[in-house]
């Protein structure tokens, strides 16, 4: 027999074809999303948290056991982590890129759609029919929500180390081999470090034994891997819920759950069969008010599922499997235990992302099933094989549509609001890019909907008080600032705007009277801490403002701006110099700052050392041209170094743009070119 005709070898083809036509045609559906922006809801929060990379910075998260620091509703560090690690790619990049982000969520993307492939052959389905379920899963249009969200990283790392606990937890259930075992376990604390929703794992499992094998279990050490999983899940349950940030009142009473839980599978259910008008976050349901149709909903699943018992030994037992695996993980995420999205929504694509694996399961198997019964070669069988990649190419087409949905935030949220008209969330975004734009009227208008909808939204007034400010109504953007303060207590963005508005007002003694009993309700807050030793500074008192700076840097040695404002102090009393070159080094490798290179540039001429201040300069011009005060370091410097020509060009080019060389600069380098001359 020749090597073409091996069926070995053939079936190799067969399926580095599948596996080619998996990442070719995912890579292509989702390409439009690498070069959008990040989205302005969640997204800048997670970003901040990672931005700049660092060792320091990764041992915090690491540590956030708290949650203090990445201000997040649970504890999932390999999330930011995997951030970190690709941004930390480009070393010299002055702000987080949103590009290699996006890409490396199609990449997980494409390594969760390989894994439902080899998932789908290992457990028995064909090639060509585990082909067309790892396509549905990886090109419907409800995973768009999660691929195009770096916020939803998360989803898309628990989901690898989910299937690859999974199917190690097979591979071990037929060799009985240890290091699977051990696999098994590692993957599930990857998944459960990723993401909560990974303690259903062991429950996956167990369904597995029961259905597909039959409870019948041949080696003792299947039970142990099993009870080992389900100790770690229950572990980990326990700390989340511990830690979790709480959001009572969200949900409606207990009685009503199961109703809204029976709303929610049907609703992602009507999704799967008809994906249009996706959107981040969908109206709110009135469950009380609806009884009667969220009961006949209930009855409805109630009695599908009653059938299902019924006749469960004429199912597939995967196919079965596949039902439960979907219910096992859309339970979690459809009413009955409140979580953060639910104060927005009761559903949301993201929450499809795991499940969709039942969903494809089932599929795969009936679609195998289909073609077994009429024939694989024949005429019909073909005809059926076509029709299944029909779907496949339209839900592709969906999915490419939607993604361009994702393309700018502005886009995201009118598309939401088309649909979704009680959402503050949606409003309050949608006001902040209209705000960025410099729209401020129409921006005001979403803002205030917001806060109609949700009157204890502080970051609605947060965004009304600096859009007046914007707009020179220092009046109502002290009004909404102090709004946002009464809601909210523990927001120290409102209190630090009120003292940046006493400061320009001149009143040094209110806003550091302010600050001062704002400190002493939040002690640990290193923002407070840092603008009262601001406070302190234009007061006159330098020595209590450095105090309150080294306080901040205790509190949180990863922020950056204290150390910039002590080195700024010690540069203006001219001592310290060496102290001062690295507080400014340290704030450089947390952040990217043109005032720290400014105040580096200071510095080094300060040390006698020119031409390291010049590069400083440079670096900080590059970066912010308008600095104050940057040009005029840079001109009295190159007079100093007897280059007046390029002195001059800095001014011109000042001019140029609408901005000035202060009045002693121009003076300085008129003489100089007079004396040239």
């Known amino acids: 027999m020749s090597t073409s005709d091996d069926p070995s070898n053939s079936a190799g083809k067969d399926r580095l074809i599948a596996v080619s036509l998996i990442i070719v045609i995912t890579v292509a559906v989702y390409l439009p999303i690498i070069n959008q922006d990040f989205a302005n809801w969640d997204d800048p929060k997670h970003v901040k948290a990672i931005w700049k990379p660092g060792l320091d910075r990764a041992w915090r998260i690491v540590t956030d056991f708290d949650l203090k620091y990445t201000k997040v509703a649970y504890y999932h560090p390999l999330h930011f982590l995997s951030l970190m690690a690709e941004q930390a790619m480009l070393p010299d990049s002055k702000e987080p890129q949103p590009w290699i982000s996006k890409s490396m969520n199609v990449f997980y ?22 082909l067309i379920g790892a396509l549905i899963f990886a090109i419907h249009p409800v995973q768009v929500g999660t691929v195009a969200w770096i916020a939803e990283r998360k989803n898309l790392l628990c989901t690898v180390f989910y299937l690859s606990a999974l199917i190690v937890f097979l591979k071990f259930l037929d060799t009985d081999k240890r290091a699977n075992f051990a696999l098994a376990v590692l993957f599930l604390i990857g998944g459960l ?7 259903t794992l062991p429950a996956t499992m167990a369904v597995w034994l029961l259905v597909v094998s039959g409870g019948k279990v041949s080696r003792v050490s299947s039970c142990g891997l099993i009870a080992v999983m389900f100790l770690l899940a229950a572990a980990w349950g326990t700390y989340v819920v511990a830690t979790e940030i709480s959001y009572p009142g969200v949900l409606p009473d207990w009685e009503y759950r199961p109703l809204l839980a029976a709303g929610a599978i049907w609703f992602y259910v009507g999704k799967l069969f008809y994906p249009v008008g996706l959107v981040p976050v969908y109206p709110r349901w009135d469950i009380t008010g609806h009884v009667w149709l969220f009961s006949g909903l209930f009855a409805a699943l109630a009695v599908i599922a009653g059938l299902i018992a019924k006749f469960r030994k004429r199912i597939d037992p995967v196919i079965l499997w596949g039902l439960l695996f979907f219910l096992i993980n859309i339970l979690p ?7 953060g999205h639910m104060g927005h929504s009761f559903v949301a694509d993201h929450f499809m992302y795991l499940p969709m694996v039942g969903i494809v399961i089932v599929f795969s198997c009936l679609a195998q099933a289909f073609l077994r019964w009429l024939g694989e070669a024949s005429w019909r069988g073909e005809a059926l094989t076509v029709i299944l990649y029909v779907v496949v190419c339209a839900l592709a087409v969906l999915s490419i549509k939607q993604t361009f949905l994702w393309r700018d935030p502005g886009a995201l949220w009118e598309a939401t609001l088309a649909i979704t008209k009680t959402s503050a969330a949606a409003y309050n975004n949608y006001g902040s890019v209209l705000m960025k734009r410099g729209e401020n009227q129409k921006a005001l208008h979403f803002f205030e909907k917001a806060a109609e909808l949700s009157p204890n939204l502080d970051i609605a007034y947060m965004n009304m008080g600096r859009t007046y400010r914007a707009m020179g109504d220092k009046g109502k953007a002290w009004e909404m600032f102090s709004k946002a303060f009464e809601v909210n207590p523990s927001n120290s963005g409102a209190r630090t705007m009120l003292a940046v508005m006493l400061r320009e007002q001149g009143d040094y003694p209110g806003a550091v009277k302010f600050l001062e009993e704002s400190v002493k309700l939040s002690p640990k807050d290193v923002m407070l801490r840092t603008d009262l030793g601001i406070s302190y500074y234009r007061l006159g008192d330098w020595q209590k403002a450095l105090e309150e700076f080294e306080k901040a840097n205790r509190l949180d040695p990863l922020f950056p701006n204290p150390y910039v404002h002590m080195a700024s102090i010690l540069l203006s009393r001219e001592e310290n110099l060496d102290l001062s070159v690295n507080l400014l080094n340290k704030a450089l490798s947390l952040a990217v700052s043109p005032e720290a290179h400014r105040l580096l540039g200071i510095a080094y001429a300060q040390k006698g050392d020119p031409q390291r201040s010049l590069e400083e300069f440079l670096k900080a011009y590059s970066l912010e041209p308008d600095l104050p005060g940057l040009r005029d370091n840079m001109v009295n410097l190159l007079l100093d170094l007897g280059q007046t020509s390029a002195a001059e060009e800095i001014c011109s080019e000042a001019e140029q743009v609408g901005k000035q060389c202060s009045k002693e600069v121009l003076e300085r380098l008129k003489a100089s070119s007079g004396t040239q001359k």
Do not use: C, D, M
Not at 109 to 130: D, E, M, P
Not at 193 to 199: Q, Y
Not at 333 to 339: D, E, I, Q, S, T
């Open 109 to 130: 993307h494409v390594i969760n759609a390989l894994l439902v492939f080899y998932l789908l052959t290992y457990i028995g389905n064909s090639r060509k029919a585990a």
């Open 193 to 199: 470090l990723s993401k909560p929703v990974a303690v």
């Open 333 to 339: 995420v459809a009413g009955l235990v409140p979580f």
